[in-house]
Every structure is written in structure tokens, then in C-alpha cells.
């Protein structure tokens, strides 16, 4: 049995949408067990007429949460019975094999941090998300947010992790990896993607040089790393604009009875672009780099999407022991892999 701690009191939507995506998971996976933070009677109304195993789903209550706007640091500290931290601690005492939020980013990084601890040889963690893509496979973005500046060295942390995870979650041996920069040339970008490039053409198989934004959801790489703040816009823009095509379908389709015809004739080709441009298709984005599995989902997640984190992020990722498998890739890496000496 996988038992993940889920903080029910994170997000844009706690915790109803919350609530409904994880009772959703649960009636798709059968070895799942959910243990519920938060606040116990708004978590029980959200459960009234939802029909779930209630031998596998459990409610810890507790009154406290982590807003958006708290200090991450300090939240983490002095909100010793936050939703998001005693998730977290489940995970530090072997109670989960996981926890999921989709609450304060700053709090679940540094919590991972505190709680967890890095793992040898990253010297700061980072957020991957995989991403719907034209090229026929998902693409693997990493950091997506957790750190808002990152040295040349910890890219290529990044690159590592992201690769190690492609293999591990995806079957993907040989992944491809780009840097995100303005150019396709290795002269471009600031001066710290131009150092990032030569590193990752000295140390990481698989590199195939810089990829333009233009070009990311078309195959042309596996995986796209960058710094958590370009990453975390690129996310942002991606998910506004793929929310806003699909929306403009939905209101024009309806207008008129000639587009409701022409819709119902071409309704494989609009599944087929749902499918491809639905953010919410993988749903959370897993913290690599530290000792546990924290998944990180978007503060404005519905439903389908805490589902989907928990069915294709965090049973796959428990199941298939993925941290261990990086702890051990990463001490095969060296000394490519270090920790700047500001840090150490």
C-alpha cells in the first residue's frame, strides 16, 4: 500500500477541489491510501455524498495552514501544525512514502529542506514538470519554480536529475537535453547560460545544445532546463495560453448551431488538441534533489489535476523507488556534479 500525506488546506481551491480529486485517485488505484491534513469538518462536508474506500482514507485535523502570502521560511518554523508541514514530517518519519501540496512553493522548498534534507551531490533542489508537447511525448521541464536564480553548476544538477528521472519515470535511456535560451547558438544568452553550456557539453550525455521558446513543445529536446524564474514564467504563459485557446473553442462552439454541427464532425481533432495542450494532464511537479518525495501542485488546481499527480506522479514514482535510484545515480557522477563553494 502507498499511503500519501495530502495537505488538504494548500491552494487556490481547498479544500473541496482538493477532496474530490483525491477521492477520485482513489477509486483509480487500488493500492492507495490518503491521509487528509487539515481542518477535519470542512474536509468531512467536501466528503458528504462522495462515494470512496474509507478504509483507505484517513483525516488528521489540524486548524493551522500555510497561506500563499506567509513567509516560507518563517511559516515553516513557527507553524509547527500547518497542514503543509506536519504532511511533510509524515514523510520525515516514514509514516508516507509522499506528500502533496498545492500550497506556498517558498514553504514546500524549504520544508523539503529542513525536513528532508538534500540529497549527496545537489546543492539546490528544483521543480520538473513534465508538459504536453506536439512532438508526440511529454517534455520535461526543469526547475520550474523552486529556485528563482540558479549558478551554471546547479543546471547542470538539474540536467542530471531530470535525466535520471526520465529514465526511471518515463523509460526514456537517452533523453535529450537543451538549455532554454534566446538563441540556438552557444554564444548566446547571458553569461551565465554561456558557462552552463560549455559544462553541460563537458559532463552530460544527451546534450544537444540551446532550444528557443518557440521550439520547446515541439520535440525538440526531452528536457528543457532553466532557472526556477524563466521556468516558472514559461510554465505560467504555457497553461494561460493553453487555457485560453481551449476556452475561446468552448464559447465559440457554442454560439451557433452551424459550429455545434462542424464541432460534432471534427470532435476526434479537438480531443486530440485537448489532449496536447491540457496543462492539467500530469498535474503536480515532484521536488528532486531532496531525501523523500514532495509533489508540488499548481495553487489553482482543480480536481482532475490532484488526481493526476497522484496517478501519474507520486504511485509511479514510490513504486518504482525513484529516490534511491537518484541518490545512486548522482554519486556515479562526479566530479561533474558539485555544490558551489559559496554553499558548502
Request: neutral net charge; glycine residues 12%.
Amino acid at each position: 500500500m502507498i499511503k500519501v500525506a495530502l495537505d488538504a488546506m494548500g491552494g487556490d481551491n481547498a479544500p473541496g477541489e482538493i477532496v474530490r480529486g483525491a477521492v477520485s485517485a482513489l477509486s483509480l488505484i487500488d493500492d492507495l491510501h490518503l491521509v487528509m491534513v487539515g481542518r477535519g469538518d470542512a474536509i468531512e462536508a467536501e466528503l458528504k455524498g462522495l462515494s470512496y474506500p474509507a478504509n483507505r482514507l484517513d483525516i488528521v485535523h489540524t486548524d493551522e495552514s500555510i497561506k500563499s502570502d506567509d513567509d516560507p521560511g518563517l511559516s515553516i518554523r513557527r507553524k509547527k501544525k500547518a497542514s503543509m508541514v506536519m504532511a511533510m514530517q509524515m514523510v520525515r518519519k516514514g509514516e508516507a512514502a509522499a506528500a502533496l501540496s498545492a500550497g506556498n512553493t517558498g514553504a514546500l522548498m524549504a520544508g523539503g529542506i529542513l525536513f528532508l534534507g538534500r540529497l549527496n551531490g545537489i546543492n539546490r533542489p528544483a521543480l520538473l514538470t513534465p508538459m504536453p508537447s506536439f512532438g508526440g511525448k511529454p517534455v520535461l521541464f526543469i526547475d520550474v519554480g523552486a529556485n528563482m536564480d540558479a549558478s551554471p553548476e546547479q543546471l547542470l544538477q538539474y540536467a542530471h536529475m531530470g535525466r535520471i528521472y526520465a529514465q526511471q519515470m518515463l523509460g526514456n535511456e537517452n533523453p535529450s537535453i537543451a538549455l532554454l535560451n534566446v538563441g540556438e547558438e552557444p554564444n548566446k544568452g547571458n553569461s551565465q547560460i554561456r558557462k552552463a553550456y560549455s559544462l553541460f557539453s563537458e559532463h552530460l550525455p544527451g546534450f544537444c545544445g540551446n532550444v528557443e521558446g518557440t521550439r520547446v513543445f515541439f520535440g525538440t529536446a526531452d528536457i528543457v532546463v532553466c532557472d526556477g524564474f524563466v521556468g516558472n514564467i514559461l510554465l505560467k504563459v504555457s497553461e494561460g495560453l493553453s487555457r485560453a485557446i481551449l476556452g475561446y473553442f468552448r464559447q465559440e462552439i457554442g454560439s451557433s448551431f452551424r459550429y455545434k454541427v462542424g464541432a460534432k464532425m471534427l470532435q476526434p481533432v479537438f480531443y486530440g488538441l485537448r489532449e496536447k495542450i491540457d496543462d492539467s494532464g500530469y498535474g503536480g511537479a515532484p521536488l528532486l534533489g531532496v531525501n523523500g518525495l514532495l509533489i508540488k501542485c499548481h495553487g489553482s488546481s482543480k480536481a482532475r489535476s490532484i488526481e493526476q499527480a497522484l496517478l501519474k506522479q507520486a504511485c509511479p514514482f514510490v513504486r518504482k523507488n525513484v529516490t534511491a535510484k537518484l541518490q545512486e545515480a548522482l554519486q556515479q557522477i562526479a566530479p561533474a556534479v558539485e555544490a558551489d563553494q559559496d554553499e558548502r
